[in-house]
């Protein structure tokens, strides 16, 4: 029977391992968190706090617990069973709903069940339309957790990570019987961050998140462009077409360029960033849920202390609403489903280039929220009637695994969070101002002549569906003889034409004369090719809107204009944006651009076409000129073709603008063909900035024979010294460089928070006897370098075994004399003779040791117990480097992810003696076998990380044994090489005295 028992348990074990992907990342510690999120002051709320227990509401019971923004209703659409878990949706040309169900997420604490194909796609109906869903059809079922879907000609578009699908309906059930593999998209594993989207754009694309592709399906195949990576879950469009997305702790991105015409731009990444996904909610991010909400780990940038969310958190399915029930100021708002905080925020959007968002309502006011902490709104439509549709998960667990905390799990299992899987729910919001027409649709039966009128509809459904039905029929001679009468009829008309290439030329130049600013907008989207230059130009210079100046520069990207036109333009703008269409329209041209702005003063300015001015003066003033030359020598640096990067290189001989920019921004290399005279006079130079300029120039430039000596070592030092020295500076840089350079820096100027300037350093340049210290046993503490203070951890090279007496000598001796430094060389004998004088130490150097000042803190030291054993308690730890410390919430020290980080303690012993070693560690499998370190002044014992399983539960991990003289001695726990992951959450450190 027990043979039995156990071969069950292994079975479960097994099917329960092939449940979660292999592709899931590991969870992440607690601890590592801490950095990005302000779970522990949810923690500590929670204390204080009476949360209840999370009963399950049946969807009548959870209605009663919505609050509207007055105005406003909230019907129920469809619940469990019809529906469970929904997290995408659309609806079909019949008005029929089509929604993906998530049940593998979260089922329990462990992620269990993400791997199984338990999830299904179903189809909704309201055959009676009465407003409530009330026949089921599982068009598709035993997928694993699909993320989303768009409705193409023939059939369906599927993503399953990493799968899509083509799905067919060959006999008209609502039962896909064909299913066949066109492509992939997104990667299975964290289901919180892989691709989503394939929403319908205006453009005629299908577009993305977190995926960097676009699709379109033609002919029944499936073609995909490079676009850039951005958002999370979820994206939406204005009515003009211009692209949002979402993170979940950010409301709303927006694109105010579109991404796929600057992908594989040699563009700097934070000019790109100034145009594409552009977070716009930066004065919108406050939320007010009407219940405590201590339930998140991340995004929130604080909890108030009432316990309740202050920021967006959870943001998923963003919506802009474009329908036709609510009243006219909702048009255009985005709506925010935030399901951390149980509720949907509402965002209005400032006209413009920079769409930024303000919050509609005020403070304690949202468009709905819930006192149901099991209410998650995940995602939003507005549907064929122009109501606002919502899909609710309605779980208990929000926060995935990978992102769980010990507390967030205790008080999910006491609240019975756990409990009540495969429920769920779709509600439907509607104003009270207007009627809600219940009429069914049936866009399919339509003629293209009916059709094509739908292109004026006042909702954004009806004018969407409609281009899309009209260019899969093919039908452009109805979509031409078209007429639109509104200016949203008109927008649509344009790209729909365009699709179907029966855009002609005087419609377009009528569209770009349109009275308003979104037709002459789409009609410079659409101009390429078809409308002369010289029009795009002077629309670009000078039309009343900038969105419209905006899209006729972007238009002529690609366009014949010359240097002195497209300055032309970014002088009429002063706006980012069109200093990113300049840099990206100018690739190819950076040098000859750079040349004539540093000649501006000196050369005849050729005239700028549509300015109206046959002699222009320069259009940009000094400043915007300069930050214009260092933007293009940035993208020619960031393009990497070695001939522009030589030219660069001999502009900057008579640009000390250019010269700064290059050691400034280069990151790799510059290969040249001959020393470059210019650097090595402004190394050698009596003033201290040209001196800095030329080693950091030098720095990032290489030629045939450059040695380090004839690159960073005085010219004094090249006439003086011997063939030996000079070779033992040779040495030194190559060490300095493979040793050294990674944190210093290959010009010896630091690095704000990772190491000190060594270049003009008193320490480099004092003793040799002190720097020689460092070498071999290391640093750490406060210490002042050139009159900043740095409190961080130097390891010690010299005792590894790494180098030897000889190349440590080297090393230091070329420190001492690179960068303007003018200190004596070292001997090896030196470095032998302070090895000798410091033989036995382990410890690292604090700079009051090796400064000799003693210091006026007083020690804590901690004391032993009745048995003469020590227990060193994380909260009793005193933490140097970057990252370490210690966590209260947690009681451990934390997050250990940077091997130089150290913890310090201080143990009074009675008597000499030795101790045996423990050290109270959580761990999970990704850190078992990291080696740790436990070193007093004269002794040091090694241990290795073992797993807990964890970071929530501990385990003792044994590490030798250390001498501990009488008195007061000091102890550093430190990781003893690199790591893997994290080193451990250390809870204590046990000192048990030997018997």
């Not at 078809?530 to 520069?553: F, G, H, K, P």
């Not at 497209?566 to 190819?588: H, K, T």
């Not at 050369?603 to 400043?623: A, F, H, M, R, T």
């Not at 005279?677 to 009596?686: E, N, P, Q």
Request: aromatic residues 6%; glycine residues 8%; hydrophobic residues 40%.
């Amino acid at each position: 029977m027990h043979r039995i028992a156990l071969g069950l348990a292994l079975i479960a074990s097994a099917a329960l391992a092939d449940s979660i992907p292999k592709e899931r990342p590991r969870a992440r510690p607690a601890s590592a968190l801490t950095e990005i999120a302000h779970w522990e002051k949810g923690n500590e709320l929670l204390k204080k706090l009476n949360v209840p227990y999370a009963k399950i509401l049946t969807p009548e019971e959870e209605m009663a617990t919505f609050k509207l923004a007055p105005g406003y209703r909230i019907e129920l659409v469809a619940a469990e069973p019809m529906v469970q878990k929904p997290i995408f949706f659309e609806f079909d040309p019949q008005g029929r709903l089509w929604c993906l169900e998530y049940q593998g997420y979260m089922r329990d604490l462990a992620g269990s069940n993400e791997g199984d194909p338990i999830c299904r796609f179903v189809v909704l109906e309201d055959t009676d339309h009465d407003g409530k869903m009330d026949k089921q059809t599982v068009y598709l079922d035993k997928l694993v957790m699909p993320r989303s879907f768009a409705f193409v000609k023939g059939g369906v578009l599927l993503q399953e990570p990493p799968k899509l699908w083509f799905c067919e309906d060959t006999d008209g059930d609502l039962k896909c019987d064909k299913r066949t593999e066109v492509g992939t998209m997104g990667v299975p594993g964290n289901p919180q961050h892989t691709a989503n989207g394939l929403r319908y754009g205006i453009d005629n694309w299908l577009h993305c998140s977190d995926w960097a592709k676009d699709y379109q399906w033609k002919d029944g195949k499936l073609i995909e462009r490079d676009t850039i990576h951005r958002g999370q879950f979820g994206q939406t469009f204005d009515e003009t077409g211009r692209f949002f997305s979402c993170y979940e702790n950010k409301a709303l991105h927006a694109d105010l360029i579109p991404a796929e015409l600057l992908v594989n731009k040699p563009l700097p990444r934070d000019l790109l960033s100034q145009v594409v996904n552009v977070s716009v909610c930066g004065n919108a991010q406050e939320v007010f849920p009407i219940r405590v909400t201590p339930a998140v780990t991340l995004g929130a940038l604080e909890l108030r202390d009432d316990g309740r969310l202050r920021t967006y958190t959870i943001v998923s399915g963003i919506c802009c609403y474009d329908g036709y029930q609510f009243p006219d100021d909702a048009r255009g708002n985005m709506f925010i489903p935030e399901s951390g905080g149980h509720l949907i925020g509402r965002l209005k959007l400032k006209d413009g280039i920079v769409p930024e968002a303000s919050r509609f309502y005020p403070p304690e006011q949202e468009f709905i929220a819930s006192t149901d902490e099991r209410f998650r709104p995940v995602n939003a439509r507005v549907g064929p009637d122009g109501a606002l549709y919502v899909a609710d998960m309605y779980h208990g667990i929000i926060e995935h695994v990978i992102f769980m905390v010990p507390w967030l799990t205790e008080q999910i299992k006491a609240r019975g969070l756990d409990q009540g899987q495969d429920l769920g729910r779709l509600w439907r919001i509607v104003s009270t101002e207007k009627p809600l027409s219940r009429e069914p649709v049936n866009l399919d039966a339509m003629k293209s002549d009916e059709l094509v009128k739908l292109l004026d509809h006042p909702n954004g459904w009806h004018r969407l569906t409609a281009q899309r039905l009209l260019i899969e029929r093919g039908d452009a001679a109805v979509v031409k003889a078209f007429k639109p009468a509104t200016a949203l009829g008109k927008l649509q008309h344009l790209w729909t034409s365009d699709a179907l290439a029966s855009a002609s030329i005087s419609m377009i130049q009528a569209a770009l004369v349109d009275t308003d600013p979104r037709v002459r907008t789409a009609a410079c989207q659409l101009s390429e090719g078809r409308i002369a230059t010289e029009s795009l130009l002077q629309v670009a210079m000078s039309d009343v809107n900038e969105q419209v100046r905006l899209a006729a520069a972007l238009s002529h990207g690609h366009a014949s204009l010359s240097v002195m036109e497209q300055l032309g333009i970014l002088g009429a703008n002063p706006l980012a944006p069109f200093e990113v269409v300049a840099v990206s329209s100018l690739a190819g041209h950076e040098l000859e651009t750079i040349e004539l702005c540093l000649r501006r003063w000196t050369v005849g300015l050729p005239p700028i076409v549509g300015s109206g001015n046959s002699s222009p003066k320069w259009p940009l003033s000094n400043e915007r000129t300069e930050h214009l030359i260092v933007v293009l020598l940035r993208a020619v640096l960031e393009r990497g073709d070695t001939s522009e990067l030589i030219s660069l290189v001999k502009q900057a001989e008579s640009s000390n603008l250019i010269a700064r920019a290059i050691a400034t921004h280069a990151r790799k290399p510059i290969q040249l063909q001959q020393e470059p005279a210019f650097v090595m006079k402004l190394m050698r130079s009596t003033d201290a900035k040209n001196r800095d300029l030329g080693f950091r120039l030098a720095s990032v430039l290489t030629w045939p024979g450059a040695k380090g000596t004839s690159a960073f070592v005085s010219a004094e030092a090249e006439a003086t010294l011997s063939p030996a020295q000079l070779k033992q500076l040779d040495d030194g840089q190559r060490i300095y460089q493979q040793v050294c350079a990674a944190c210093h820096q290959p010009h010896g100027m630091g690095a704000a928070n990772l190491a000190p300037p060594l270049a003009g350093s008193d320490w480099v340049a004092g003793p040799p006897e002190r720097i020689a210290r460092v070498v071999l046993h290391g640093l750490y503490g406060p210490v002042q370098v050139s009159g900043n203070t740095f409190n961080l951890v130097m390891p010690g090279i010299g005792m590894s075994g790494v180098l030897n007496d000889d190349q440590i000598a080297a090393a230091l001796s070329y420190v001492r004399r690179a960068w303007g430094n003018n200190a004596s060389l070292v001997d090896a004998s030196l470095i032998t003779k302070v090895r000798e004088d410091t033989k036995g130490r382990t410890l690292p150097w604090t700079a009051d040791e090796l400064l000799n000042v003693k210091s006026d803190t007083k020690i804590i030291a901690i004391k032993a117990d009745a048995k003469g054993d020590f227990i060193l308690p994380a909260s009793q730890a005193t933490t140097f480097g970057q990252k370490l410390a210690y966590r209260p919430a947690l009681d451990v020290l934390a997050p250990w992810r940077i091997a130089n980080d150290v913890a310090e303690w201080h143990v009074d012993v009675a008597s000499e003696d030795d101790y045996e070693v423990t050290v109270t560690l959580a761990a999970d499998d990704a850190s078992a076998g990291d080696k740790f370190a436990l070193e007093a002044e004269s002794s040091r014992t090694i241990g290795t990380v073992i797993s807990s399983g964890d970071y929530e539960h501990f385990v003792e991990a044994s590490a030798g044994s250390i001498h501990l003289k009488a008195g007061v001695n000091r102890l550093l726990l430190k990781a003893e090489g690199p790591l893997k992951q994290e080193l451990a959450d250390v809870r204590a450190v046990r000192l048990k005295r030997a018997r």
